[in-house]
Protein backbone atom coordinates (compact mmCIF):
# COMPACT_ATOMS: atom_id res chain seq x y z
CA UNK A 1 0.00 0.00 0.00
CA UNK A 2 2.97 2.31 0.29
CA UNK A 3 4.48 1.79 -2.82
CA UNK A 4 8.11 1.66 -2.48
CA UNK A 5 8.34 2.76 0.69
CA UNK A 6 9.67 -0.67 2.15
CA UNK A 7 11.75 -1.18 -1.06
CA UNK A 8 13.47 1.88 -0.96
CA UNK A 9 14.80 1.48 2.86
CA UNK A 10 15.50 -2.52 2.08
CA UNK A 11 17.69 -1.27 -0.75
CA UNK A 12 19.02 1.38 1.33
CA UNK A 13 19.97 -1.54 4.22
CA UNK A 14 21.67 -3.30 2.01
CA UNK A 15 23.80 -0.36 0.68
CA UNK A 16 25.12 0.70 3.73
CA UNK A 17 25.25 -2.60 6.04
CA UNK A 18 29.10 -2.96 6.83
CA UNK A 19 29.95 -6.01 9.01
CA UNK A 20 33.39 -6.80 9.55
CA UNK A 21 34.45 -10.54 9.70
CA UNK A 22 34.98 -10.43 13.51
CA UNK A 23 31.63 -8.90 14.50
CA UNK A 24 28.57 -10.80 15.11
CA UNK A 25 25.47 -9.24 13.98
CA UNK A 26 22.01 -9.62 16.26
CA UNK A 27 18.63 -7.69 14.70
CA UNK A 28 15.54 -6.62 16.47
CA UNK A 29 12.71 -5.87 13.66
CA UNK A 30 9.70 -3.61 13.85
CA UNK A 31 7.39 -4.86 11.61
CA UNK A 32 6.47 -8.09 9.49
CA UNK A 33 7.86 -6.92 6.56
CA UNK A 34 11.25 -5.96 8.61
CA UNK A 35 11.02 -9.33 10.02
CA UNK A 36 10.11 -11.38 6.30
CA UNK A 37 13.78 -9.11 5.42
CA UNK A 38 16.18 -9.70 7.93
CA UNK A 39 15.17 -13.44 7.61
CA UNK A 40 15.71 -13.67 3.95
CA UNK A 41 19.10 -11.90 4.22
CA UNK A 42 20.49 -14.39 6.78
CA UNK A 43 23.11 -11.73 8.06
CA UNK A 44 22.52 -12.57 11.92
CA UNK A 45 19.88 -13.41 14.14
CA UNK A 46 16.50 -11.72 15.27
CA UNK A 47 16.58 -11.64 19.01
CA UNK A 48 13.50 -9.30 19.06
CA UNK A 49 10.54 -8.75 17.15
CA UNK A 50 7.98 -6.99 17.38
CA UNK A 51 4.65 -7.13 14.58
CA UNK A 52 3.56 -3.76 13.92
CA UNK A 53 4.06 -0.19 14.25
CA UNK A 54 1.22 2.12 14.34
CA UNK A 55 0.47 5.72 16.20
CA UNK A 56 -1.48 3.60 18.58
CA UNK A 57 1.17 1.71 20.34
CA UNK A 58 4.89 3.38 19.57
CA UNK A 59 5.36 4.35 22.76
CA UNK A 60 4.78 0.54 24.29
CA UNK A 61 7.36 -0.42 21.63
CA UNK A 62 9.51 2.89 22.66
CA UNK A 63 9.37 1.18 26.22
CA UNK A 64 9.98 -2.40 25.74
CA UNK A 65 13.00 -1.62 22.84
CA UNK A 66 14.63 0.20 25.05
CA UNK A 67 14.46 -1.57 28.50
CA UNK A 68 15.43 -4.55 26.23
CA UNK A 69 18.29 -2.92 25.36
CA UNK A 70 18.90 -1.10 28.53
CA UNK A 71 18.32 -4.48 30.89
CA UNK A 72 20.18 -6.81 27.77
CA UNK A 73 22.64 -9.36 29.77
CA UNK A 74 24.19 -8.99 26.25
CA UNK A 75 26.57 -6.18 25.78
CA UNK A 76 26.14 -4.53 22.36
CA UNK A 77 29.59 -2.61 20.40
CA UNK A 78 27.19 -0.45 18.84
CA UNK A 79 23.32 0.00 18.21
CA UNK A 80 22.45 1.11 14.64
CA UNK A 81 18.66 1.97 13.29
CA UNK A 82 17.99 2.03 9.78
CA UNK A 83 14.33 3.44 9.73
CA UNK A 84 13.10 5.62 7.37
CA UNK A 85 12.89 9.59 7.71
CA UNK A 86 10.13 12.23 7.27
CA UNK A 87 11.89 14.87 5.35
CA UNK A 88 8.66 16.03 3.77
CA UNK A 89 4.85 15.14 3.18
CA UNK A 90 6.41 13.66 -0.42
CA UNK A 91 9.79 12.81 0.38
CA UNK A 92 10.22 9.69 2.92
CA UNK A 93 14.17 9.50 3.21
CA UNK A 94 15.90 5.98 4.19
CA UNK A 95 18.38 6.63 7.06
CA UNK A 96 21.21 5.05 9.47
CA UNK A 97 21.29 6.12 13.15
CA UNK A 98 23.94 5.06 14.96
CA UNK A 99 22.71 5.53 18.62
CA UNK A 100 25.76 3.77 19.87
CA UNK A 101 29.15 4.69 20.32
CA UNK A 102 28.53 8.15 20.76
CA UNK A 103 30.99 10.04 19.02
CA UNK A 104 32.61 13.01 21.22
CA UNK A 105 32.03 15.42 17.99
CA UNK A 106 28.69 15.28 18.64
CA UNK A 107 29.14 17.51 21.79
CA UNK A 108 31.94 19.88 20.55
CA UNK A 109 30.72 22.90 22.30
CA UNK A 110 31.47 21.46 25.96
CA UNK A 111 34.64 21.87 26.62
CA UNK A 112 37.67 19.50 28.51
CA UNK A 113 38.46 22.40 30.58
CA UNK A 114 35.26 23.20 31.67
CA UNK A 115 34.40 20.58 34.74
CA UNK A 116 31.11 20.51 36.00
CA UNK A 117 30.01 20.81 39.62
CA UNK A 118 27.89 17.53 40.25
CA UNK A 119 26.04 16.69 43.43
CA UNK A 120 25.07 13.43 42.62
CA UNK A 121 27.54 10.39 41.94
CA UNK A 122 28.33 10.96 37.85
CA UNK A 123 28.19 7.39 37.22
CA UNK A 124 24.32 7.58 38.38
CA UNK A 125 24.11 11.00 36.10
CA UNK A 126 25.50 9.47 33.46
CA UNK A 127 23.37 6.11 33.66
CA UNK A 128 20.20 8.33 34.13
CA UNK A 129 21.09 10.81 30.76
CA UNK A 130 22.32 7.34 28.68
CA UNK A 131 18.98 6.31 29.33
CA UNK A 132 17.29 8.73 28.94
CA UNK A 133 19.28 9.37 25.30
CA UNK A 134 17.84 5.87 24.06
CA UNK A 135 14.58 6.03 25.18
CA UNK A 136 13.93 9.57 23.80
CA UNK A 137 16.29 8.56 20.16
CA UNK A 138 14.12 5.32 19.80
CA UNK A 139 11.45 7.30 20.46
CA UNK A 140 12.05 9.69 17.73
CA UNK A 141 12.86 7.24 15.30
CA UNK A 142 9.65 5.49 15.75
CA UNK A 143 7.93 8.40 15.01
CA UNK A 144 9.65 9.76 11.95
CA UNK A 145 9.12 6.15 10.96
CA UNK A 146 4.94 6.36 11.47
CA UNK A 147 5.52 10.19 9.43
CA UNK A 148 7.22 8.57 6.91
CA UNK A 149 4.62 5.72 6.36
CA UNK A 150 1.53 7.54 7.18
CA UNK A 151 2.41 10.40 4.33
CA UNK A 152 3.81 7.62 1.54
CA UNK A 153 0.30 5.59 2.75
CA UNK A 154 -1.68 9.14 1.74
CA UNK A 155 0.29 9.46 -1.55
CA UNK A 156 -0.11 6.24 -2.55
CA UNK A 157 -3.73 6.05 -2.18
CA UNK A 158 -4.12 9.97 -3.70
CA UNK A 159 -2.43 8.52 -6.90
CA UNK A 160 -4.53 5.44 -6.76
CA UNK A 161 -7.54 7.63 -6.47
CA UNK A 162 -6.39 10.04 -9.34
CA UNK A 163 -5.61 7.22 -11.33
CA UNK A 164 -9.16 5.70 -10.68
CA UNK A 165 -10.93 8.92 -11.66
CA UNK A 166 -9.26 9.10 -15.01
CA UNK A 167 -9.64 5.61 -15.91
CA UNK A 168 -13.65 6.04 -15.10
CA UNK A 169 -13.31 9.23 -17.28
CA UNK A 170 -11.88 7.24 -20.50
CA UNK A 171 -14.71 4.42 -20.10
CA UNK A 172 -16.91 6.58 -19.77
CA UNK A 173 -16.41 8.32 -23.16
CA UNK A 174 -15.93 4.88 -24.78
CA UNK A 175 -19.01 4.04 -23.23
CA UNK A 176 -20.80 7.36 -24.36
CA UNK A 177 -18.99 6.98 -27.73
CA UNK A 178 -20.27 3.08 -28.44
CA UNK A 179 -23.80 4.56 -27.18
CA UNK A 180 -23.61 7.33 -29.55
CA UNK A 181 -22.53 5.08 -32.87
CA UNK A 182 -25.55 2.50 -31.90
CA UNK A 183 -28.23 5.37 -31.69
CA UNK A 184 -26.49 6.63 -34.79
CA UNK A 185 -26.71 2.87 -36.54
CA UNK A 186 -29.90 2.75 -35.46
CA UNK A 187 -31.78 5.97 -36.98
CA UNK A 188 -29.79 5.31 -40.19
CA UNK A 189 -31.60 1.77 -40.34
CA UNK A 190 -35.16 3.68 -39.77
Known amino acids: LCGSFNTNLARYFHKNLFIETHQKPVFITVGNKAREFISE??????IASFDTLTPNNYMYIMNDLSQFLIQSKKEFSSIIFYSNFFKSFFIQQPSKTVLTPIKKDEFSNISDEQEPLLEQDRYE?????A???IRNSILNILFQSIL?????????????TSNADKLIDKLTLKYNKARQALITKELSEL
Do not use: W
Open 41 to 46: CREGPI
Open 125 to 129: IMNFL
Open 131 to 133: ERY
Open 148 to 160: SEQSSRFLAMDTA
